[in-house]
């Protein structure tokens, strides 16, 4: 489960994206600071870095693109790949479709 102090940061870092601020370690802490909730000083830093580079707003857009992502294990390195993958065109996969058989074409029925 999420501490307070990360689900602050996370909801912080969504409100700059949103309001199309960029996204640093005193905007972060700015907004905590104006609701009078206490954060330790070191996570809008870890947010920042873990942040950097990454398209925040692409990366919630393509939540649902069908892109496959494994199991988030380590928090910000998960969040780099995803955010590489959803980088990444999409690529369809053309599967050619084998041509059905039927009974008639095994030489046996189920009646004969």
């Not at 912080?12 to 640093?24: E, G, P, Q, R, Y």
């Not at 947010?47 to 857009?61: C, H, P, Q, S, W």
Request: include cysteine; charged fraction near 25%.
């Amino acid at each position: 489960m999420a501490s307070k102090a990360e689900l602050v940061c996370v909801y912080s870092a969504l409100i700059l994206v949103d309001d199309d601020v960029t996204v640093t370690g005193e905007n972060i802490s700015t907004i905590p600071k104006a609701a009078a909730v206490d954060v330790e000083p070191y996570w809008p830093g870890l947010f920042t870095k873990a942040l950097e580079g990454v398209n925040v707003r692409d990366l919630i857009t393509n939540i649902g693109s069908g892109v496959g992502a494994a199991p988030a294990v380590g928090g910000a390195p998960a969040a780099a790949s995803a955010a590489s993958l959803a980088a990444e065109p999409d690529k369809e996969v053309k599967k050619e479709e084998e041509p059905e058989e039927s009974d008639d074409d095994m030489g046996f029925g189920l009646f004969d």
